[in-house]
């Protein structure tokens, strides 16, 4: 496994590539990013045609763009896509027409409170068009006529998500989910795109107990599809994680499932708490990323969110400001690292059965005292053994052991491992 340190470099350096496309819910600005990120793991990539039922929705008309601009009466662009790919509404129909200023307004959005930055908007399913700007860029545009172009297409095509899967030896199902339909927004949510692909990379190295899943769609509807698609099979993911905003500066978060108490709830808890982290735990919302479409009470999937700063919680989210600036190699190599921590603990959260219940076993004759031999925490490694055998009975798992014990969860996955070898125990 690369060093923490090496990670974040890598993951920056995938950041800085997916920064300038321009993504949206469907079109070839999605199928560049998925190639890309294919070049780091073997993406399986699907294309699912417009006017296909997904549930509730439909699958809408795919949408690309090629250039846009506003130009001066002298010809000169005065805001332009070429520059960035947030100066456009997402999903504007073409337009190609020459209007006055004070007719132009209506279709300029801006932050007033935040003059120097560019915000981010789109129009999915209601056909429009517009461009994002600097307020203090629309305040230096004279009264006058100014040229409108924006050269895209709106036509029937394919909505495009991608999966990864890293097998483990049960079938059951770990998802990991991250949304690919933003543009140029650092933070919101290359960063996560970056995390899940080095955690799947780094999994894959190994042979985890759970398969894990990595999945890669749009917003809402990418999630939507992905559901609708797999919803015959969608009883063996057991436990989930979405990943978004994953490497600004602030402190983890992470969102509990609708459930409240799955395993995915309970396993982050930990972690995060026994890492002594800065972090905070939030309870669900119906808002926020699309763990709200895999916890919807239909699927009711044991699925959390884990986020540095949440959304909607920095000034700068949705805008130019969530930039290359705003995100860090340490804080994506952080957040990969509560991820790799987390999912090592539920990897190894058994139940146990003990297969000697009558009266304390005798470990000695075992040998399980000798092989802690020269251990600096010889006498945890003893109470872990004998709080393992006490709790398992088919109903507490590791975690619980943990917990009741107040051991390292480690060393209660050590014990587990020494006195089932032993033959004292069974999962």
């Given at each position: 496994?690369?060093?923490?340190?090496?990670?974040?470099?890598?993951?920056?350096?995938?950041?800085?590539?997916?920064?300038?496309?321009?993504?949206?819910?469907?079109?070839?600005?999605?199928?560049?990013?998925?190639?890309?990120?294919?070049?780091?793991?073997?993406?399986?990539t699907y294309e699912v045609p417009t006017g296909t039922q997904v549930l509730d929705w439909t699958v809408p008309q795919e949408w690309n763009i090629r250039d846009a601009y506003i130009a001066d009466s002298d010809g000169n662009r005065v805001v332009d896509f070429a520059e960035s790919s947030l100066h456009v509404l997402g999903y504007s129909v073409p337009v190609s027409a020459t209007m006055p200023l004070a007719e132009l307004r209506a279709h300029l959005h801006t932050l007033p409170e935040h003059p120097g930055w560019v915000p981010y908007r789109t129009s999915y399913y209601k056909p429009e068009w517009g461009f994002c700007l600097a307020q203090e860029t629309l305040d230096a545009l004279p009264d006058g006529e100014y040229e409108v172009h924006i050269d895209s297409t709106?036509?029937?095509?394919?909505?495009?998500?991608?999966?990864?899967?890293?097998?483990?030896?049960?079938?059951?199902?770990?998802?990991?989910?991250?949304?690919?339909?933003?543009?140029?927004?650092?933070?919101?949510?290359?960063?996560?795109?970056?995390?899940?692909?080095?955690?799947?990379?780094?999994?894959?190295?190994?042979?985890?107990?759970?398969?894990?899943?990595?999945?890669?769609?749009?917003?809402?509807?990418?999630?939507?599809?992905?559901?609708?698609?797999?919803?015959?099979?969608?009883?063996?993911?057991?436990?989930?994680?979405?990943?978004?905003?994953?490497?600004?500066?602030?402190?983890?978060?992470?969102?509990?499932?609708?459930?409240?108490?799955?395993?995915?709830?309970?396993?982050?808890?930990?972690?995060?708490?026994?890492?002594e982290r800065p972090h905070k735990v939030d309870e669900f919302t119906p808002y926020g990323y699309d763990e709200r479409q895999y916890?919807?009470?239909?699927?009711?999937?044991?699925?959390?969110?884990?986020?540095?700063?949440?959304?909607?919680?920095?000034?700068?989210?949705?805008?130019?400001?969530?930039?290359?600036?705003?995100?860090?190699?340490?804080?994506?190599?952080?957040?990969?690292?509560?991820?790799r921590e987390a999912f090592g603990v539920l990897d190894r959260n058994r139940r146990y059965l003990n297969l000697s219940p009558y009266g304390e076993p005798q470990l000695g004759r075992r040998g399980l005292y000798d092989a802690l031999g020269g251990r600096s925490d010889t006498k945890q490694a003893q109470m872990a053994m004998l709080w393992v055998l006490s709790l398992s009975d088919g109903e507490h798992s590791l975690l619980d052991v943990t917990e009741r014990s107040g051991l390292p969860f480690d060393t209660v996955a050590t014990a587990a491992d020494a006195l089932h070898g032993a033959g004292l125990i069974k999962a």
């Open positions: 496994m690369a060093p923490m340190t090496d990670a974040g470099e890598e993951m920056y350096e995938l950041v800085e590539r997916l920064y300038p496309l321009c993504r949206s819910i469907t079109g070839d600005g999605v199928r560049a990013t998925l190639d890309i990120v294919g070049e780091y793991i073997p993406l399986q709106l036509a029937d095509g394919h909505l495009t998500y991608a999966e990864y899967v890293v097998p483990g030896e049960v079938p059951d199902e770990v998802i990991v989910s991250c949304h690919v339909c933003h543009p140029s927004l650092a933070n919101d949510n290359l960063a996560g795109i970056a995390v899940a692909t080095f955690l799947a990379r780094e999994l894959a190295q190994e042979t985890p107990y759970y398969t894990y899943r990595f999945i890669y769609a749009p917003g809402t509807i990418g999630a939507i599809t992905w559901l609708a698609r797999n919803a015959e099979r969608v009883d063996r993911v057991k436990h989930g994680l979405v990943l978004a905003c994953a490497g600004d500066s602030g402190s983890l978060t992470y969102k509990r499932s609708r459930r409240g108490d799955a395993e995915i709830d309970r396993v982050m808890g930990h972690v995060l708490a026994a890492s916890c919807s009470p239909g699927f009711n999937l044991g699925v959390g969110s884990l986020s540095r700063t949440t959304y909607g919680g920095y000034p700068e989210y949705h805008t130019s400001a969530d930039n290359l600036d705003f995100v860090s190699p340490k804080a994506m190599a952080d957040t990969l690292a509560v991820c």
